[in-house]
């Protein structure tokens, strides 16, 4: 049986966060830039947006931290904003390009 890792299950669940601008899972976006698990199971996020005034910033972090606590397992969790380096469509899947067309 394979089992299924909590960053699987982090990662699983970023997948169901939307950049509202971008019809495209965060994840897949490439707007995750790290996942670090730590002492007894505290999470970080360390993430950007797609642009540093976007206006839904809060309410795409609260739903990642909120998505990302509900996490069987998950102890505690902070999610840190960055814009070093700046988001560019480089960063996104193969698959994400795929889907809006930018192949």
């Not at 699987?8 to 996942?35: A, C, S, W």
């Not at 206006?55 to 996490?71: H, L, M, Q, T």
């Amino acid at each position: 049986m394979n089992e299924v890792t909590l960053r699987d299950k982090i990662e699983d669940v970023l997948r169901t966060v939307h950049d509202p601008e971008i019809p495209v899972n965060i994840f897949e976006l490439g707007l995750v830039y790290g996942i670090e698990i730590g002492n007894n199971n505290s999470v970080q996020i360390i993430m950007t947006l797609t642009a540093p005034a976007c206006p839904v910033a809060g309410d795409i972090i609260f739903e990642v931290e909120s998505k990302v606590r509900a996490v069987e397992g998950v102890g505690d969790v902070h999610v840190h904003l960055t814009f070093d380096p700046p988001w560019n469509k480089e960063m996104m899947s193969e698959e994400a390009k795929l889907e809006l067309g930018w192949l």
